[in-house]
T-cell receptor, first 116, second 113 residues
Framework: AQSVAQPEDQVNVAEGNPLTVKCTYS??????LFWYVQYPNRGLQFLLK??????LVKGSYGFEAEFNKSQTSFHLKKPSALVSDSALYFC??????????????FGQGTTLQVKP | EPEVTQTPSHQVTQMGQEVILRCVPI?????FYWYRQILGQKVEFLVS????????KSEIFDDQFSVERPDGSNFTLKIRSTKLEDSAMYFC???????????FGPGTRLTVT
C-alpha cells in the first residue's frame, strides 16, 4: 500500500537557523513528490515538486527539497527560517504509473514553529 | 493568477440532511478532486473526476457521496444524508494535465450537528 510518513509532529527552530522537515514514502516505482503548506484556516498552497531530473528542487519562499531514491525520502529544507514560515507542512506523493488518476497521498503533516 | 474557489466557506447542517459543496476549478484544468481533512488529521483523498466521470474513489466515498460537473465550470460534492463523522474540511483541487501540481481551493468547513 502507498504511504507517506512525516515522523515529526512538530519542528521547532529559531529564526535565522536552518530547518528540515522530514518525509519518507512507500510507493511502487518512482513517484511524483510534493510539498504543500497550510496556514491557519487556509487551503493548501503548493511549495515545490519533484518530477524528474536534479534531485535537489527549489520552490517558493526559499524552500528546497532533496529527493533521495535509496532512502525513499524527500526532506524539505530552508537555509534560514523566518517567523512567517510557521505553518503546517504536508508531504504528498503521486503514483507515476500510466493510467494513474493523479490522486495525492498525504503524510500526517508537520507543524513548523519558528521562534524569534 | 487563476485560483480554485469553493463555496460556502462554512456549512452547518443537522445530521441526516443533504449538503452540496461547490467548487469552481481553474478553467482549463482537466482533472478534478475532492479531499477531506478531519480536524487534526491528515488530508485524505475522496474522489477523482476526469472526462465527466469518476476515475477513482476511496473507501470513504460510499453511496452517500456523489460528484457532478453539471455545467462545465462548477464541480460539486453532495452528501445525501450527513453523519456526525462527516464533519471535516473539504478541499477541492484541480490539475491541468497528467503531470504537475494540484491547485487547491480554500476549503469548506462542514459541521454536522
Amino acid at each position: 500500500a502507498q504511504s507517506v510518513a512525516q515522523p515529526e509532529d512538530q519542528v521547532n527552530v529559531a529564526e535565522g537557523n536552518p530547518l528540515t522537515v522530514k518525509c519518507t514514502y512507500s510507493v511502487s516505482g518512482n513517484p511524483y513528490l510534493f510539498w504543500y503548506v497550510q496556514y491557519p484556516n487556509r487551503g493548501l498552497q503548493f511549495l515545490l515538486k519533484y518530477i524528474t531530473g536534479d534531485n535537489l528542487v527549489k520552490g517558493s519562499y526559499g524552500f528546497e527539497a532533496e529527493f533521495n531514491k535509496s532512502q525513499t525520502s524527500f526532506h524539505l529544507k530552508k537555509p534560514s527560517a523566518l517567523v512567517s514560515d510557521s505553518a503546517l507542512y504536508f508531504c504528498a506523493v503521486r503514483d507515476r504509473m500510466t493510467g494513474n488518476t493523479g490522486k495525492l497521498i498525504f503524510g500526517q503533516g508537520t507543524t513548523l514553529q519558528v521562534k524569534p | 493568477e487563476p485560483e480554485v474557489t469553493q463555496t460556502p466557506s462554512h456549512q452547518v447542517t443537522q445530521m441526516g440532511q443533504e449538503v452540496i459543496l461547490r467548487c469552481v476549478p481553474i478553467s482549463n484544468h482537466l482533472y478534478f478532486y475532492w479531499y477531506r481533512q478531519i480536524l487534526g488529521q491528515k488530508v485524505e483523498f475522496l474522489v477523482s473526476f476526469y472526462n465527466n466521470e469518476i476515475s477513482e474513489k476511496s473507501e470513504i466515498f460510499d453511496d452517500q457521496f456523489s460528484v457532478e460537473r453539471p455545467d462545465g465550470s462548477n464541480f460539486t460534492l453532495k452528501i445525501r444524508s450527513t453523519k456526525l463523522e462527516d464533519s471535516a474540511m473539504y478541499f477541492c483541487a484541480s490539475l491541468p494535465g497528467s503531470r504537475g501540481e494540484q491547485y487547491f481551493g480554500p476549503g469548506t468547513r462542514l459541521t454536522v450537528t
